[in-house]
């Protein structure tokens, strides 16, 4: 059983530009969380999608969208990026209609640098 | 609004000691509270969880967390370190709305053990 898959691993990119995020979530889940985990702090919450759509944000701008696909696969898109946007990007799945103490799965992140 | 406090960002202790890591949690409502694991270049791993049933929580790898709301507490704690312990250690309480409810972090301790 394959768990929660992330690409690409690592990732760079110059200040200004946009980058796309990939998440595969666990087999039989169908809701997908991102965060953001900047050097030296916990990881935060930026969204959540579940039937395509986006449905709980945490404090991040606009430049942080999200897409959530029928196979419930998501990416996650960051426009105009700036240097602080350097992190590490998680992406969580779990399955909706479950409970507050269900597991979420977390995959081994990608590894994103602007410069 | 929810919220939780690492205390100290850098723990070391000898192989074979006692490991104690702080967390305190801030609440307006009954928390869920988790333990998360991650070491070097990998995703996050869930060591344990409060739900309420018990405030004594036994997680994996010999780790175990004891809920005291009196101290609005959940140390995690593990009788006898070992060199693969060594890692970042997250406590999280979940935001309770619903089911799929996104995690808050704290901003993770260092656990170094030293041979």
């Known amino acids: 059983d394959a768990g929660v898959t992330q690409s690409p691993t690592h990732l760079i990119k110059t200040r200004g530009q946009q980058v796309t995020l990939r998440c595969s979530p666990k087999?039989?889940?169908?809701?997908v969380s991102w965060y953001q985990q900047a050097l030296g702090q916990g990881p935060q919450f930026i969204f959540q999608?579940?039937?395509?759509?986006?449905?709980q944000r945490g404090n991040f701008p606009d430049r942080f969208s999200g897409h959530q696909f029928p196979n419930y696969s998501s990416e996650l898109n960051v426009n105009a990026l700036l240097l602080g946007d350097s992190a590490l990007y998680l992406c969580?799945?779990?399955?909706?209609?479950?409970?507050?103490?269900?597991?979420?799965?977390f995959g081994p992140g990608t590894r994103l640098t602007v410069l | 609004a929810q919220s939780v406090t690492q205390l100290g960002s850098h723990v070391s202790v000898s192989e074979g000691a006692l490991v104690l890591l702080r967390c305190n949690y801030s609440?307006?409502?009954?928390?869920?509270l988790f333990w998360y694991v991650q070491y070097p270049n990998q995703g996050l791993q869930l060591l344990l969880k409060y739900t309420s049933a018990a405030t004594l929580v036994k997680g994996i790898n010999g780790f175990e967390a004891e809920f005291k709301k009196s101290e609005t507490s959940f140390h995690l704690t593990k009788p006898s370190a070992h060199m693969s312990d060594a890692a970042e250690y997250f406590c999280a309480v979940s935001l309770l709305s619903s089911g799929n409810t996104p995690l808050v972090f704290g901003k993770g301790t260092r656990l170094s053990v030293i041979a």
């Open positions: 087999s039989g889940h169908d809701t």
């Open positions: 969580a799945s779990s399955l909706a209609g479950g409970q507050p103490t269900d597991t979420q799965y």
């Open positions: 609440s307006s409502v009954p928390p869920y």
């Open positions: 999608y579940y039937e395509e759509e986006e449905r």
